[in-house]
């Protein structure tokens, strides 16, 4: 049995049950958008921020969002609370909806399906902290943002899902991908960073097409607060000339790659040991502050 818990439209049911039809835009066309977060001790982290961006990519579809963002939250907690674990994993999925005619255009009067999924967070998040990732770069490139914009956070995930595949068919344990000028975007499912020989931490800009990350956000802004931080377009080589790379993304927060393309980075780096602490202590007092469920 699988431990997940699922809010379709309102309804609770378990994972067993919970069912979407098969003419549902999401499935038939990946018209869909998502969020991923977690909770931790009952509290939905940065969970306006997940709203905001929710909101921005249906907008981007054209997709009516069907509830305020104090009712989707309500929503959300309730589903929570059903679950009953201190820390989770959620996911939010807003469809385009039940649509019987398959043809693409055929958008009229579609009532959005809303589902929200909470199941255990992962126990392999500490261990993969502290040891590391293994990444390669894919032969995959990053959708551009001129065709299917990376900063639209839609249900179709197969740019991502086809570079992982490709990597890990090489041994890699996620991949890396980068535009068609060759600068480095982001990782499947994280942005990435490095900290320079002059102590600088470089990211990818927003402008190379990638999603506005909300723990890149985060950690921008308390990179700010300790070195020089530089967004922009940046090749392989700039990346393997740092001391150190790390990730993020909402579910793993900041963790340290070991092996980039058989580039090794020593283990714990200094900086990204400090990014760590600071977006820990953020985290604490945003769970000080915020709605309990
Ligand atoms: C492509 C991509 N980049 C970056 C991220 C990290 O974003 P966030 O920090 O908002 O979780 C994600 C998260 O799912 C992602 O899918």
């Known amino acids: 049995m699988m431990n997940a818990l699922v809010n379709i439209n309102g309804i609770i049911c378990s994972a067993e049950e919970a069912k979407v039809s098969v003419f549902d835009r999401g499935f038939l066309f990946g018209d869909g958008v998502y969020e991923t977060g977690k909770s931790l001790k009952r509290c939905c982290l940065f969970l306006e921020e997940h709203l905001e961006r929710l909101r921005r990519s249906a907008g981007k579809l054209q997709i009516p969002f069907p509830l305020s963002d ?4 309500d929503e959300i907690y309730r589903t929570a609370k059903a679950f009953g674990k201190e820390d989770a994993y959620f996911r939010v999925i807003l469809s385009r909806g039940v649509g019987l005619v398959m043809g693409l255009e055929s958008l ?8 929200i999924i909470f199941q255990p967070l992962s126990e392999k998040l500490d261990r993969i ?3 590391g990732l293994n990444i390669m770069t894919s032969n995959i490139l990053r959708n551009s943002a001129a065709a299917q914009d990376p900063n639209i956070k839609t249900s179709n995930y197969l740019n991502s899902l086809l570079a992982i595949q490709e990597v890990r068919a090489r041994g890699g344990e996620d991949a890396i991908m980068r535009d068609n000028q060759g600068n480095v975007a982001e990782g499947t499912t994280f942005s990435i960073f490095g900290i320079t020989p002059d102590n600088s931490l470089i990211t990818p800009s927003l402008k190379v097409g990638i999603l506005d990350s909300i723990t890149r956000r985060h950690v921008l802004e308390l990179g700010r607060g300790l070195l020089k931080v530089e967004e922009g377009f940046f090749q392989l080589e700039q990346f393997q000339e740092c001391s150190e790379v790390f990730i993020a993304s909402s579910v793993r927060e900041i963790v340290p790659v070991r092996e980039w ?5 020593a283990l714990p780096g200094t900086m990204t040991e400090k990014l760590k602490i600071a977006l820990k ?7 000080e502050t915020h709605r309990k469920y």
Not at 261 to 265: F, L
Request: net charge negative.
């Open 70 to 73: 104090e009712e989707m939250t």
């Open 281 to 287: 202590n953020e985290i604490k007092s945003y769970l």
């Open 261 to 265: 393309d058989s580039h090794k980075y």
């Open 129 to 131: 902290r502290t040891e």
């Open 108 to 115: 009229e009067d579609l009532k959005p399906t809303l589902v």
